[in-house]
Every structure is written in structure tokens, then in C-alpha cells.
């Protein structure tokens, strides 16, 4: 499975930004599919995941802010950043869990600066 993700850029505080990340190859049942992000020195913090019926799960620093969604059909997860703050800058890489295994794409890049 490789994952491809885009979306990332600059933006002021307060903007917002989409992320998109599409799953290829040997794609059978993609359980879950998750955000994360990881700032230099740190450990990969988790941002927010959907399963395969719908259901969504947030840290609490990006509750209320950010908005997972999936396309099935297209084996594409998006993350909405709204309200986007200085804090919310680095990398971001998405996740899929299929049959037990856990894939990672390369990262997108999420600055947030005046």
C-alpha cells in the first residue's frame, strides 16, 4: 500500500488548509485511516482517525478545529484545519491500518505564520 499525501502550505493564523491523502496498490479493506503529526525531536503525535463505519476519534488539541472525513471509494482520507495556529505547524503524515498492518505516507509539510 502506498500512501500519497498533498494539501500542506503556508497559511496565517486562523486560516485553514485540506489535506488529502489517497492509498494505492493492494488495497483490500483499509480499517482505519489517521492523521499524525510530528514535530522535529518529537515523538509522532496522533491528530484524529476514522474507521471503516464512520466513526472519528480527535486529540484534544485539534477538537473542534480540524475534521476527518473519508472517501471509500476513492481510499482517500482528508483533514479539514480550521482556526489553524502557530502550534499547529509541522509535518503531517497520514495512516492506514489494513489487515493488521500499518502503513505510512511521506509527510505534508503545515506552516502557520503571519
Known amino acids: 500500500v502506498q500512501l500519497q499525501a498533498s494539501g500542506g502550505g503556508l497559511v496565517q493564523p486562523g486560516g485553514s488548509l485540506r489535506l488529502s491523502c489517497a492509498a494505492s496498490g493492494s488495497i483490500f479493506s483499509i480499517r482505519v485511516m489517521s492523521w499524525y503529526r510530528q514535530v522535529q525531536g518529537k515523538q509522532r503525535e496522533f491528530c484524529a482517525s476514522i474507521d471503516s463505519g464512520g466513526g472519528m476519534v480527535y486529540a484534544d488539541s485539534v477538537k473542534g478545529r480540524f475534521t476527518i472525513s473519508r472517501d471509500s471509494a476513492k481510499n482517500t482520507v482528508y483533514l479539514q484545519m480550521n482556526g489553524l495556529k502557530p502550534e499547529d505547524t509541522t509535518v503531517y503524515y497520514c495512516?492506514?491500518?489494513?489487515?493488521?498492518?500499518?502503513?505510512w505516507g511521506q509527510g505534508t509539510q503545515v506552516t502557520v505564520s503571519s
Open positions: 495512516n492506514v491500518m489494513q489487515r493488521g498492518v500499518s502503513y
